[in-house]
């Protein structure tokens, strides 16, 4: 069984920040269907290849709530992907965030 489930992806730069969204297969820790929010996101080419390039992180919601998780990237074949430790805790992570109740509206 395949489960995928869509985050956004934030590319840090110096001075910006590149977000786009895709699919984490929490099978394997790729992330597929990669699509920049912006449309000047990707004119500039990967932004992990990017002088400016800081670091990557990705967010996984549920409603308001928000998990942050660290995102690996291979430059040479602008991909991007979980390693198998920070998939393993962001398994528990998701699986408490998806369990809470929505917080009530007052």
Do not use: C, W
């Not at 099978?27 to 699509?35: A, D, F, T, Y």
């Not at 002088?51 to 690996?72: K, M, P, Q, S």
């Amino acid at each position: 069984m395949e489960l995928k489930l869509p985050i956004t992806i934030v590319d840090e730069l110096t001075d910006d920040e590149v977000r786009s969204e895709g699919e984490l297969d929490l099978g394997s820790g790729e992330i597929r269907h990669l699509r920049y929010l912006e449309p000047e996101g990707g004119a500039m080419g990967f932004p992990a290849a990017r002088d400016d390039y800081e670091f990557t992180l990705g967010i996984l919601r549920n409603g308001a709530r928000e998990v942050e998780f660290r995102i690996e990237v291979d430059v040479l074949r602008d991909r991007y992907s979980v390693t198998p430790s920070e998939l393993l805790e962001l398994k528990v992570r998701a699986a408490k965030l998806f369990s809470q109740q929505p917080p009530k509206l007052h």
